[in-house]
């Protein structure tokens, strides 16, 4: 039975032979098997490029932890959520992100250049984010792990500088994206229905923003946008608008604040559980210990959508704010 592969398939193809890495291999191949229509006629193909990439992925985790390159790239999760900060070279993302959490970058000099991810913790009302500083996306180069790492991100920061044509080096960096498969969650209704690119919630920075004359440049900057973009103007040199940044972070991540307190005893409001929204009483109990997922009768919540003390089942959506007192 014939394949009728679509003319895609053969251009991935090429590609996938021309790939130098295995995460090159890998995220070629992937897309070859998405493109593959699925009927008897391809079985035995989808089969085999199946197998191949189970090799390449083994292959590539055999490679994993053994080098300084590898492990770099590949930064574990933590806080409440992985804030990725991309951008052309030499936009003040390093000293965007060592302002913003007091963190140490390089070695004090200026201009630096970032080589390797820098990731470091920030702290916002008690909830804690992981800012991921990287290294600068040129078409000269971009390393194939950092497309990953921004895949795997749960907010991307895009920073741009407004003294260095703001709107070339935007436009420059979401095409260079968006050519290896990330979009702007906003863009979504852009692309055809099950075209394989990974969409996430974007920040555009723009940094420098430091005086009044910067200020008018700005509004020139906003004017002459063809799209709408979620923009920020913000001073690594002045801090001006860190504090509405973190507030846009925690938003944009959707995240909310929830209080525990035992029965009988005070809630503890330094240290709230972040939980997305929509979240539930059950998910709650989830991240407090499995034993209480299993044995969760009820619980009583303080908040603005209840009254206090008001009893409320395990499917009960958490406000930000609320107070939960867990029974088991």
């Not at 021309?18 to 193909?45: N, R, Y």
């Not at 970032?114 to 078409?139: A, C, G, K, Y």
Request: net charge neutral.
């Amino acid at each position: 039975m014939p394949t009728n592969l679509p003319p895609d398939y053969f251009a991935i193809e090429k590609r996938f032979r021309a790939a130098e890495t295995l995460e090159e291999k890998i995220e070629t191949l992937q897309e070859m098997i998405s493109v593959v229509p699925k009927h008897k006629g391809t079985d035995h193909l989808r089969a085999d490029l199946r197998r191949r990439l189970a090799r390449l992925k083994e292959e590539s985790q055999s490679h994993k932890g053994g080098g300084k390159h590898d492990s770099a790239f590949r930064v574990p999760k933590a806080g409440a959520g992985q804030v990725v900060v991309v951008g052309p070279g030499q936009v003040g993302k390093s000293t965007l992100v060592a302002t913003l959490t007091g963190a140490e970058m390089g070695d004090g000099t200026a201009p630096q250049r970032t080589w390797e991810p820098v990731p470091v913790m920030l702290s916002f009302e008690n909830i804690h984010l992981q800012l991921v500083d990287t290294p600068p996306l040129s078409r000269d180069f971009v390393e194939p792990r950092l497309k990953d790492l921004i895949r795997r991100a749960d907010l991307v920061v895009l920073v741009v500088d407004l003294q260095q044509d703001p709107i070339g080096q935007l436009k420059d960096t979401i095409a260079l994206l968006e050519e290896s498969r990330i979009a702007p969650q906003d863009r979504q209704g852009r692309y055809l229905q099950g075209q394989p690119m990974t969409f996430l919630p974007f920040l555009v920075l723009v940094n420098k923003c430091d005086d009044q004359p910067a200020d008018e440049l700005y509004q020139i900057f906003c004017e002459l946008l063809d799209e709408q973009w979620p923009c920020i103007p913000v001073s690594a040199f002045t801090s001006r608008n860190l504090d509405r940044l973190k507030q846009e972070m925690v938003e944009k991540l959707d995240l909310i604040r929830v209080y525990t307190k035992a029965p009988g005893k005070e809630p503890d409001f330094t240290r709230p559980f972040a939980m997305k929204k929509g979240s539930t009483v059950e998910d709650l109990a989830g991240r407090i210990h499995k034993d209480f997922l299993e044995k969760l009768k009820s619980a009583r919540v303080w908040g603005k959508a209840v009254y206090d003390r008001q009893l409320v089942q395990r499917d009960y959506v958490l406000q930000d704010g609320d107070i939960v007192e867990i029974h088991i």
